[in-house]
């Protein structure tokens, strides 16, 4: 059950009730707490909401139907977002409950790709105050914003510093809409009451010219901070953090690509915390690599991978593929010698002067080339190192739309009857290559998944479904299974369990029909499946520690939140 404000206590003739301590407009202003129109006959004399409601109270049926009218009514995918974190700010079970109904319709809307306008246009568009936000004036002042903040008892957070906004770069202030959104994917994938969730934007300026000279632009309008500075404010925020919520999980999200290795680096044994751009997004990818093998009849360690984009995705993504094909029982350096990272510049070698750190651990030894036909010396883009090398596995992480081109796919044929071309990047106008233009280059052979949500294709009169590799099939569990847990650190380990078991949910007949990850309709059963994996796994890693002895399912009922009214009575 949820805990403390939240507390849902049962009578002695065992019927559930919510105890609720305020009154009048300040129960109607709490989001986490108003019914609006649902207060019954009862609940409004207890309450003092006589003559500040219309005088017929509504079903939830009702409610929910009405929010649906008005959702169908916006004009445009920005327009409904807008609507629908309206509706959050008043309402957060109504919110949830209207999700749930409707998650393939409006997950969207809410997070990718509608999210990235929301960013954009965050300073023109702002509404009402949500999460927290951070800068170098307040930071050491966290306590004291925290004793004003609506939800308590904070087990899970979401920070960016906006610097990497999906594929949109440096939006400043607006980067809080990620926070809000994956939050919003938290509570409606894994029941984390909304009351325990807490965004955080991290505002050290932003080196988005266009954003300085917008008057209307509402973050701190200098040049982003860097350098030594930077990392002070970090562990200024971490150690403000650890001090203020010790309960909760912190994931950070959206950072520049060395900025988000760097910080997990130095803090993930310090509290615990993940990357989902690192972590969650290589878990998702190295899931739908499993199911394709599975289509394929063959292993990972059959497969040489191609990881078009090097930067907090692409090398998250090559560290999970790793850790996949060490699970498989591929030696460490048979493991490195089949993936291939690449950047702006072409294939990662290693005679890069000043060669980042984290794309080290993949950079191929230039003599490998010796052999190849290049335009240039000592570099190859992606066409010459298909040309060389047998890629079966093609994998965007770039940005860069329309970066795969046909005589790539055609080129993997000669390979491989079945090759795998995930174009992952966010939004849609980002990503590497159209899921219909797949299909035609490799004749329907190819196995494809995106990371932006298509419809469905048809080719030569067979219909194919697209699966999105969403990082939502991911962190929402491994969340909640630090939560349910109380692990200090989130390894890779869990992220690893996390993929095989998002692999193993897909069902058969979505394998025979090539798709290589479940609808997010089945968000909630996804998250669930994934979660008691990793604390399966977690019990068998320690089975003397946190998890000993405690039945899994139980564990996770109990943390679960249901977006309905419960009775309220005046405490």
Wanted: with cysteine; charged share 25%.
């Amino acid at each position: 059950m949820a805990t403390g404000k939240y507390l849902r206590w049962k009578d002695a003739q065992g019927n559930e009730f919510r105890p609720v301590s305020i009154s009048g407009t300040e129960l109607l202003n709490d989001r986490l707490l108003n019914k609006s129109t649902g207060f019954s006959y009862e609940e409004r004399e207890a309450f003092n909401l006589n003559g500040l409601l219309p005088p017929k109270p509504q079903t939830f049926e009702d409610q929910l139907k009405r929010a649906y009218q008005g959702f169908l009514s916006a004009c445009s995918d920005i327009e409904q977002y807008l609507f629908l974190r309206a509706l959050q700010d008043r309402n957060e079970t109504l919110f949830y409950a209207l999700l749930s109904r409707h998650v393939e319709e409006m997950t969207p809307i809410i997070y990718t790709p509608t999210v990235g306008k929301a960013c954009q246009e965050f300073s023109h568009r702002y509404q009402k105050a949500r999460g927290l936000y951070v800068t170098a004036d307040n930071v050491d002042s966290m306590g004291e914003m925290a004793r004003h903040f609506a939800g308590k008892e904070i087990k899970i957070i979401v920070v960016t510093d906006s610097q990497g906004i999906l594929g949109l770069g440096d939006l400043g202030a607006g980067g809080m809409g990620i926070p809000i959104g994956k939050l919003s994917l938290y509570t409606l994938g894994a029941g984390i009451h909304p009351g325990h969730c807490l965004p955080v934007a991290l505002d050290v300026g932003t080196d988005n010219q266009d954003l300085l000279n917008d008057p209307m632009y509402l973050g701190i309008p200098k040049k982003r901070m860097k350098g030594e500075a930077y990392k002070l404010f970090i562990d200024k925020f971490v150690q403000q953090t650890k001090l203020q919520f010790p309960k909760a999980v912190l994931q950070w999200e959206d950072f520049s690509k060395s900025n988000a290795f760097n910080n997990l680096a130095k803090y993930e044994d310090e509290i615990p915390s993940f990357n989902d751009d690192i972590q969650g997004t290589g878990a998702v990818v190295l899931a739908g690599i499993i199911g394709a093998t599975k289509i394929k009849g063959e292993t990972l360690g059959e497969q040489i991978f191609a990881v078009y984009g090097a930067g907090a995705g692409g090398v998250g993504v090559a560290d999970q593929i790793f850790a996949g094909l060490l699970k498989e029982g591929v030696s460490h350096q048979a493991a490195r010698d089949r993936i291939f990272i690449l950047d702006s510049q072409g294939v990662v070698f290693d005679n890069r002067e000043g060669l980042d750190e984290y794309k080290q651990r993949y950079a191929k030894p230039v003599s490998l080339a010796s052999g190849w036909q290049l335009k240039q010396d000592n570099k190859a883009d992606l066409s010459e190192l298909i040309d060389n090398v047998a890629v079966t596995v093609l994998l965007g992480c770039s940005g860069v739309g329309g970066a795969f081109k046909e005589n790539h796919v055609k080129k993997m044929l000669d390979y491989t009857q079945r090759p795998m071309v995930f174009p992952l990047s966010n939004p849609t106008s980002n990503c590497e290559a159209l899921p219909e233009d797949i299909y035609r280059w490799s004749q329907g052979q190819a196995i494809v998944a995106t990371g932006s949500p298509f419809d469905d294709v048809e080719y030569d009169g067979k219909p194919y479904r697209i699966g999105q590799g969403n990082n939502v099939f991911i962190f929402p569990a491994v969340g909640l299974a630090t939560i349910v847990s109380g692990v200090k650190k989130i390894t890779m380990e869990m992220f690893t369990t996390a993929s095989f078991a998002l692999a193993d949910y897909v069902p058969q007949q979505d394998l025979d029909e090539g798709c290589v990850f479940p609808r997010i309709g089945e968000l909630k059963a996804v998250s669930m499946h994934v979660a008691k994996a990793v604390l399966k796994q977690i019990q068998e890693t320690d089975p003397d520690g946190c998890m000993c002895g405690k039945e899994i399912d139980q564990e996770l009922a109990a943390h679960m939140w249901e977006p309905i009214y419960l009775p309220y009575r005046r405490v």
